[in-house]
């Protein structure tokens, strides 16, 4: 991707440009809407993505991930989002992958571009409390408790962002079908974990949670 990082601007106009046409006494409306999003989404990608390298992409891999961040522009995601999912890409153009990188980022996108900033926040806490060494933390500490005790993590455990002991459980058991058949502990109080794909966009990607979930933006959704 170094001869394509010289003409990035270029290549976000183009594809976030490609946006379909309403037509009809709304388009005025839509191409106001249109021109805010495509402006605030390049400023999101081009202040991001700069400052990555992205010589570990191929070239289509990258035009592919642009197409899904355009989709994202495309249907309202909010800013701080957005900025997520540009580090994200940043990120990836620093690792090498044995599987498709755009395969990869577009699941990724559909675990977290819809996050509000109190799941942000959240989920900002929780990776930064398990990734403090475990000798370091408390054997009863008040803030594993608040966080497992969320009701944000159940429906994390169905986008994808969490497991849990049932889940975990149920991979090593062929009776996954039968709860009562759980061990005691995993009935009677549940933990929760990163995914196996959150936890490597976490360990590989460098992407600051905290600073994405707290910076001051005033058109969150």
């Known amino acids: ?4 990082n010289a003409v990035l601007p270029q290549i976000v106009d183009s594809v976030l440009g490609a946006v379909p046409v309403v037509g009809g006494a709304m388009q005025h409306v839509y191409d106001a809407w249109r021109q805010k999003n495509i402006n605030m989404a390049r400023e999101v990608l081009l202040t991001n993505i700069r400052s990555g390298d992205l010589t570990a992409i191929h070239r289509d891999d990258f035009f592919s991930m642009l197409a899904r961040f355009s989709r994202s522009v495309q249907e309202g995601v ?3 989002n957005l900025i997520l999912l540009a580090r994200l890409i940043s990120g990836m153009g620093k690792v090498e992958e044995p599987d498709r990188k755009s395969n990869l980022f577009a699941r990724y996108a559909n675990m977290l571009e819809h996050l509000n900033v109190d799941e942000l926040k959240y989920l900002a806490s929780f ?3 398990y990734s403090t060494p ?4 408390n054997s009863f500490n008040i803030d594993r ?3 497992q005790e969320n009701p944000i993590a159940d429906t994390f455990v169905q986008r994808g962002i969490f497991v849990s002991d049932f889940e975990v459980w149920q991979q090593e058991h062929d009776d996954r079908k039968n709860p009562s058949r759980f061990p005691t502990d995993i009935r009677s109080e549940r933990s929760f974990y990163l995914s196996a794909d959150m936890q490597d966009i976490v360990d590989k990607y ?4 905290e600073k994405i979930a707290t910076m001051d933006i005033n058109d969150d959704q």
């Not at 991707?1 to 394509?4: D, L, T, V």
């Not at 460098?206 to 949670?209: L, M, R």
């Open 78 to 80: 909010a800013k701080r």
């Open 134 to 137: 475990e000798k370091e933390r």
């Open 145 to 147: 408790y608040k966080l």
């Open 127 to 129: 990776i930064c409390y």
């Open 206 to 209: 460098g992407v600051d949670w």
């Open 1 to 4: 991707m170094e001869k394509e």
